[in-house]
């Protein structure tokens, strides 16, 4: 086996599992792409085991603290732990993410379980190379009739990898309905945008939507209606949803239909929409965007558009209004996400109390000392009485 060994001062030597191409002191037993090498100090002493890739920025992804290969039983382990988990968690395993990269000792892989197909995305070499066998212990340990690949997501070309999707197990059941908060999505794992739905975001609806009733409600960044759907169902005195994609806001008015709502649903900027004179109050607005930025170099950018964002929505809350707002972007910490909010609401002359935050549910666990497993970070805010 070959390997490498690192630096004094990795990150690595201070519980991280990943090793930059900056912090590597020398590679022996000339190691290939994908490959499981040795990680180790300067001491000779083990660290453990990674997957390598000298293309990548991230040169090995350490997965044991202890010598092992990458074979059949250690994915059948490692897949039946994560299960195992999220059936103690008490997690709803007919849809759920049952495997989540790092936080589940899998890096790269993520496998999201939609009633009777799971689908796999293995973003490093190592894990891309073994997706078949990923694929058929997945059928195997979970009874799911099908397994699809998508791997299609950009972060793909950071590790060389080429885009593909397909089946990997089974046939492909075509569009699924599936039902979480009361509302009812229809799913296309193959075709539709990501995995198909928003994961991360099903325990969110039920906890926004109880805030709903009598109120007026403005969903914006809608997708397909998540957020809007609850709430109407929950007994809101009128929804709106805003919502720029084409795909995302036909997927959006189809889901309405579906569920037999009154949801007004507006193609548009969103930002375009919330400072246009005409628009009205609204007793409840959630703002749930996609990642302001993918790069730490570009996160001051990223701040002044969460500010910028709350700012103009803010101006739209009613006297004593709630506004819940979410941030994906995982290069953007909680408090500086949580600044740029206050400082939109001095910018629209706002005074607003926090009473919840919102992180990510349990079937997306976040490990301690690697903050890059943990991305969603939500509040709740309140308009404070005569301010």
């Avoid at 002191?25 to 090498?37: E, M, Q, R, Y």
């Avoid at 009154?262 to 930002?271: G, H, L, N, P, T």
């Avoid at 964002?309 to 803010?314: D, F, S, T």
């Avoid at 607003?352 to 690697?370: E, K, N, T, Y």
Wanted: charged letters at 25%.
């Amino acid at each position: 086996m070959g390997g490498i060994v690192v630096r004094p001062r990795s990150r690595i030597l201070h519980g991280h599992d990943w090793v930059y191409s900056s912090e590597v002191l020398k590679t022996f037993g000339a190691p290939a792409d994908g490959d499981v090498v040795s990680i180790k100090d300067g001491r000779d002493q083990l660290l453990g085991v990674g997957i390598f890739n000298s293309r990548s920025q991230i040169v090995a992804r350490r997965f044991s603290r202890h010598r092992q290969d990458l074979d059949a039983d250690f994915f059948q382990r490692r897949i039946s732990q994560a299960i195992e988990y999220r059936r103690h968690a008490g997690c709803r395993l007919d849809l759920c993410r049952l495997v989540w990269s790092e936080s589940d000792g899998l890096p790269g892989v993520i496998a999201d379980r939609y009633g009777p197909v799971v689908v796999l995305q293995t973003n490093t070499a190592a894990m891309d190379r073994h997706r078949q066998i990923l694929a058929q212990v997945l059928a195997e340990t979970t009874g799911a009739a099908c397994v699809i690949e998508r791997n299609d997501a950009p972060v793909r070309a950071s590790e060389v990898l080429e885009m593909r999707t397909g089946v990997l197990v089974g046939e492909n059941p075509g569009a699924i309905e599936v039902e979480a908060a009361g509302v009812k999505f229809l799913v296309d794992p193959l075709g539709g945008h990501k995995t198909g739905l928003y994961l991360d975001q099903l325990e969110s609806y039920g906890i926004v939507a109880a805030m709903a009733s009598g109120r007026s409600v403005l969903d914006c960044f809608s997708n397909q209606g998540g957020f809007a759907l609850a709430c109407a169902k929950a007994g809101a005195a009128s929804v709106t949803a805003v919502e720029s994609g084409t795909e995302s806001i036909g997927a959006l008015r189809a889901n309405v239909q579906r569920n037999g709502v009154a949801v007004e649903s507006r193609q548009d900027d969103v930002f375009d929409f919330l400072k246009r004179p005409d628009r009205p109050e609204y007793d409840l607005i959630i703002l749930d965007p996609p990642s302001f930025t993918k790069a730490r170099g570009r996160i001051a950018e990223a701040l002044r558009g969460y500010r910028d964002l709350h700012a103009r929505a803010a101006k739209l809350l009613s006297k004593n209004g709630v506004l819940v707002s979410f941030s994906c972007s995982h290069h953007v910490r909680a408090h500086e996400f949580e600044d740029s909010i206050a400082e939109g609401l001095n910018d629209a002359r706002r005074n607003m109390r926090l009473i919840r935050r919102i992180g990510q549910p349990l079937d997306h666990p976040v490990v301690m000392g690697q903050p890059e497993t943990e991305y969603l970070k939500g509040v709740v805010l309140e308009a404070m009485p005569g301010r």
